[in-house]
């Protein structure tokens, strides 16, 4: 079975731009999480979405905004980026909602200028 | 609330065994290990569950102590397969999974 696929794998914006990551999960997991990983830290929590509902947000700006699709595929986007936003943003899927094991994807790794 | 994790930092030579702790200050339902290696993804290594046993992959094992809120990794005989950086999280009721800042494990030859 394939495990959770993203795209792009790279990306290079400059501050003020827009961007949009996504991420398909493995296939029956309907839970799909977002995690910003700046380099030399543990992925720290955005969103989580089971069956297309919020069910968690981290400490992050209304620039950041997720949705997830009926196909159980997720979008993340940023709003005018800053270079802060450089980091690598990793999503993941699961079963279900904020207890079970979670499966990472490749990551997006985000560079703004 | 992040998890704290010990050592930060540990260097071994191959067949070395290493201890990777994981603690918090909140009553915890689970503690999830992965390992990461560098420009990869995090990969899930084990769960552990409250009231659960201690589990066990191969020479990778770890324990959760309900009463110290505590989570130890144990490798025993290390591999230079095992070099990476190793992340606790943790679920504390329904909380989302909240990573500590990892322990970056070097095995050498």
């Known amino acids: 079975d394939a495990g959770v696929t993203q795209s792009p794998t790279h990306l290079i914006k400059t501050r003020g731009q827009q961007v949009t990551l996504r991420c398909s999960p493995i296939?029956?997991?309907?839970?799909v999480s977002w995690y910003q990983q700046v380099l030399g830290q543990g992925p720290q929590f955005i969103f989580q979405?089971?069956?297309?509902?919020?069910?968690g947000r981290g400490n992050f700006p209304d620039r950041f905004s997720a949705r997830q699709f009926p196909n159980y595929s997720s979008e993340l986007n940023v709003n005018a980026l800053l270079l802060g936003d450089s980091a690598l943003y990793l999503c993941?899927?699961?079963?279900?909602?904020?207890?079970?094991?979670?499966?990472f994807g490749p990551g997006t790794r985000l560079l703004v200028l | 609330q992040q998890p704290v994790q010990s050592p930060q930092a540990v260097i071994l030579r191959e067949g070395e065994d290493a201890v990777i702790n994981c603690s918090s200050s909140?009553?915890?339902?689970?503690v999830h290990w992965y390992r990461q290696k560098h420009g990869e993804a995090p990969v899930f290594l084990m769960i552990?569950?409250?009231?659960?046993e201690q589990k066990g992959h191969e020479k990778i094992s770890a324990s959760f102590n309900e009463k110290k809120q505590q989570s130890s990794l144990y490798l025993t005989a290390s591999q230079l397969s095992y070099s990476g950086t190793y992340f606790c999280?943790?679920?504390?009721?329904?909380?989302?999974?909240?990573f500590g800042k990892g322990t970056r494990l070097s095995v050498i030859a």
């Open positions: 993941a899927s699961s079963l279900g909602p904020v207890k079970e094991t979670q499966y």
């Open positions: 296939s029956g997991h309907k839970s």
């Open positions: 979405y089971y069956e297309k509902e919020e069910r």
């Open positions: 909140k009553a915890l339902y689970s």
């Open positions: 552990l569950l409250k009231g659960g």
């Open positions: 999280g943790t679920i504390a009721g329904n909380t989302p999974l909240v």
